[in-house]
């Protein structure tokens, strides 16, 4: 019996060469189809080019001229299942409209999950207004109305600097640990909610970074209902030898004092990334602010790449 694919669900079409995003989005179901894939797409390649998993692993599927490598149901590899699931719970939060970020982490020490390797943000925002790409690439900008073709084009970029992104990144240590932690819109998502494979999480803690930590801002598709907005945060010694003007990023300063990923007008996250010898005092007046709601992994978890 052939292997499951994760695209199953959101129902891919066979061909001789199977294509990762529907033909056109004219309607919010479209939308959500394209999100799911688009975010699916992106953990795959973060998981397939930082060695996470087996090539039993992934499927392949194409994008212009791209074969992209896509997680699949591999029995054989238990850890695929498990970050199968986390995208799946997603989806259920994508689906009711209560997602507001979804944030993979990878650390090595279970004692102190706070002090991390790296981060990759999906923030997920629900519009209906025209759809606008807006990469910030030195001199590429795309705008444009509900066009489905621009749409692809914008996600083409986004997943070619993810790519180029992945490739130019240090290796990661053997002991390395995943975790995704959801946050809500606290508006809309009920007090009891968690996705399949999640629980009550913690938004308290910091995150820390042994050296000085930068953001590399992949890019932003937005479809017209759904938009997927792509920041990977590590260390800046580890991505010296990528363009400048590539990726958007952010000095380390500005790092330390933004944390996760908020627009201005939304409540504050309480995630704040440091490096582990910068002190940051928390103001009393903290305590108070509503925090937003999170969930994370029943269970973390531990890939076998020794």
């Not at 189809?33 to 392949?60: D, H, N």
């Not at 995704?180 to 819109?185: F, S």
């Not at 590590?234 to 300063?253: C, G, H, I, K, Y």
């Amino acid at each position: 019996m052939a292997t499951a694919q994760l695209s199953h669900s959101i129902r891919i079409h066979k061909a001789p060469k199977e294509t990762v995003f529907p033909s056109q989005i004219t309607n919010e179901h479209e939308s959500l189809i394209m999100v799911k894939k688009l975010f699916a797409t992106s953990i795959s390649c973060v998981t397939y080019l930082r060695g996470l998993f087996p090539e039993s692993s992934y499927g392949e599927r194409h994008l212009d001229d791209l074969s992209l490598k896509i997680l699949r149901e591999d029995k054989k590899c238990p850890g695929s299942l498990h970050i199968i699931k986390w995208i799946r719970g997603c989806f259920d939060a994508l689906e009711k409209r209560y997602l507001h970020m979804a944030v993979l982490t990878l650390y090595t020490n279970p004692k102190e999950p706070e002090k991390v390797t790296e981060i990759y943000q999906f923030k997920f925002k629900y519009t209906k207004e025209g759809a606008t790409m807006d990469f910030d690439s030195s001199s590429t900008t795309f705008k444009s109305g509900t066009n489905s073709e621009d749409v692809k084009k914008a996600s083409v970029l986004l997943i070619r600097k993810l790519y180029i992104l992945m490739q130019n990144l240090g290796p990661l240590p053997n002991d390395v640990i995943l975790t995704m932690k959801l946050h809500y819109y606290n508006a809309v998502t009920p007090h009891d909610y968690h996705p399949p494979g999640f629980k009550e999480g913690v938004n308290s803690h910091f995150l820390l970074f042994d050296g000085e930590p930068v953001n590399l801002q992949v890019g932003l598709v937005s479809t017209g209902f759904h938009s997927m907005k792509v920041k990977v945060t590590t260390e800046a010694t580890r991505v010296s030898d990528l363009e400048n003007n590539l990726f958007q990023e952010s000095s380390p300063t500005e790092i330390a004092h933004q944390g996760l990923d908020c627009d201005e007008e939304e409540e504050e996250c309480n995630n704040h990334i440091q490096r582990m010898n910068f002190v940051y005092s928390q103001q009393s007046s903290e305590s108070s602010r509503k925090k937003r709601k999170v969930s994370e992994p029943v269970k973390v978890f531990i890939p076998d790449r020794k």
